[in-house]
């Protein structure tokens, strides 16, 4: 005797089967664009600066203006690197770990200025679209034969349709990457960048694969949604071996920055025993001493970090990043007003580079003596000029605001700081209404509240109806 479910049951067994599918389209569009807002953005001025001068070589390549497309830093140690939005990469902390070379690193530039150029990360709804036409047409089909009594046939019908889907889903997606590997090697080529750094990062993906049991055989292809690596290294090596830029000599500039930022994030990052394993006393080179001096700073001690600064100043004095540096040990350590003069000749020395700008800021501030305010204010509001992308430069403004009693614009700097930071959508309403309520109706702050005020409250009305 056999046993089969009535045919409501069959009904919302499919159901469910319906709600497994649309969850698993959810899942993989979640994964093809990643948003930044759920992972850790790292702000580093040097970082920043190198990632530009990397990317713009290939942006001109591919026909766009220098600084059109730019590259963020994300505190996830996975090896890998994404497309959000149009025109914004997303590189992994992990990546550059991994990568031993500069090269290596613009390689995979190179490749996600493809999913850029060619709006894949827009374009994905296009496959689930196809997809889900599929999916739709075998659950009504299978709802059909379910109806007719064929409960097994229809429960049939729908898993398969499920899994056409999901093929469908990722040969596009495996479609897409292909297209970004061959317009990647073009920007490289025309960039005079070798191709030497692009195989060598798929070759530790390749490896990555291997240690972790994935199969590289054609039957494996099917659940994928990237090419298989091996097909993608023997496909591009064609391509970057009659590369004129083949065998062009690295740049020199480059990759000796590339080390020291790659030593930087080491330090930032890992554990400071890890750190000073890799980076030993002995070596005193710069990228170690940049390494050393955030493990020391990292494991309080100050003074430690201090001496290693020191041996970087010697080496350049008036280096920016080695002086931001100095500055933030000090600051970090209790003492904002030793900070000051550091901090003040490395904003000189990078044209008031923002982010430092703003520790500047912080440190006017944390030395509580009302007579650095005004420069405070000053150095504050060039950072967010230059770059209004900073939640903690608004909030170092908005405390110059309250206290010199300019209440309105204090309120203003915090509902720009809450409209930067996720989730905060309610404070960045209150904090934007207060402020229109203080300023003279037309004026540019009013507007600019006014507009953080709209965006705001759509946020908020959108989270109550999600509740």
Do not use: C
Not at 127 to 149: C, D, F, R
Not at 243 to 265: C, G, N, V, Y
């Amino acid at each position: 005797m056999s046993f089969s479910l009535p045919p409501s049951a069959h009904r919302a067994e499919a159901w469910r089967s319906l709600g497994r599918l649309l969850l698993t389209f959810v899942v993989l569009l979640a994964v093809a664009v990643r948003p930044a807002a759920a992972q850790s953005i790292l702000r580093d001025a040097e970082t920043e600066a190198l990632f530009q001068d990397m990317m713009d070589p290939l942006l001109v390549a591919a026909g766009l203006q220098p600084g059109q497309v730019r590259v963020h830093l994300l505190g996830d140690r996975s090896v890998n690197a994404f497309v959000a939005g149009s025109q914004d990469i997303y590189v992994f902390s992990g990546l550059i770990e991994a990568a031993d070379s500069a090269e290596e690193v613009q390689g995979v530039l190179a490749h996600e200025l493809g999913h850029v150029m060619g709006g894949h990360a827009i374009r994905v709804n296009d496959g689930a679209k196809a997809a889900t036409g599929i999916s739709l047409l075998s659950l009504l089909l299978g709802a059909a034969a379910i109806a007719a009594g064929g409960g097994e046939a229809g429960m049939g019908i729908m898993m398969a349709g499920q899994q056409a889907a999901l093929g469908k889903f990722l040969a596009f997606s495996r479609v897409q990457e292909s297209t970004a590997d061959a317009a990647g090697a073009q920007y490289l080529s025309k960039a005079g960048i070798s191709g030497r750094g692009s195989l060598a990062f798929f070759k530790k993906l390749q490896n990555l694969e291997f240690r972790y049991g994935v199969k590289q055989d054609d039957d494996q292809a099917y659940g994928r949604t990237h090419p298989m690596s091996g097909d993608r290294i023997q496909a591009l090596r064609e391509v970057y071996v009659i590369d004129p830029a083949w065998e062009k000599t690295a740049d020199a500039a480059i990759e000796a920055r590339f080390q020291r930022i790659k030593a930087k994030l080491s330090g930032y990052i890992a554990e400071p025993e890890r750190t000073l394993r890799k980076y030993p006393e002995s070596n005193s080179s710069i990228p170690a001493r940049y390494a050393r001096a955030y493990a020391w700073h990292k494991s309080a001690y100050p003074e430690k970090a201090l001496t290693e600064v020191e041996g970087l100043l010697k080496t350049n004095p008036d280096d920016p990043y080695f002086l931001e540096l100095e500055g933030q040990v000090l600051l970090e350590s209790g003492r904002p007003k030793e900070a000051i003069p550091a901090l003040r000749k490395a904003v000189n020395g990078s044209r008031s580079q923002p982010l430092i700008a703003a520790t500047l800021g912080h440190a006017l501030i944390a030395t509580e003596d009302p007579a650095n305010f005004p420069e405070a204010e000053e150095v504050l509001k060039t950072a967010v000029a230059l770059d209004n992308q900073n939640p903690f430069a608004w909030y170092q403004l908005g405390i110059v605001y309250a206290n010199k009693g300019d209440q309105a614009r204090a309120a203003l700097a915090s509902a720009e700081r809450y409209s930067l930071e996720g989730g905060q959508a309610g404070l960045a309403l209150r904090n934007a209404d207060m402020a229109m309520q203080g300023l003279r109706e037309g004026s540019p702050d009013w507007i600019r509240a006014q507009d953080i005020s709209l965006v705001a409250r759509a946020e908020v009305e959108r989270e109550r109806k999600r509740r």
